[in-house]
């Protein structure tokens, strides 16, 4: 993977979940340029509905089944 990748993430996830993957990705993709976007899921939506962001982490369930999710993890 190389080029830009814009991605957006609500604000009670990056601070647990960033510090653990931006090492590996890091190191793993060295031509990969993060944009990291930080915001409520509604206002993440709406960007991605807008293609202005690529790809969202966002807390399960959410009210937009236009788009696939993908789980990353499950808290226990």
Known sequence: MMGD???GIIP????YLL????????KQF???K????????EILLEKLRR????VLILA???KA???KEIDLYRAV
Do not use: G
């Open 5 to 7: 990748l814009r991605v």
């Open 12 to 15: 009670t996830i990056a601070p």
């Open 19 to 26: 510090p653990i993957i931006m090492p590996a990705l890091n």
């Open 30 to 32: 060295s031509d990969l």
């Open 34 to 41: 993060l944009w990291l976007y930080e915001y409520q899921t």
């Open 51 to 54: 293609a202005e962001l690529d």
């Open 60 to 62: 399960l369930p959410i």
């Open 65 to 67: 089944h236009e788009f």
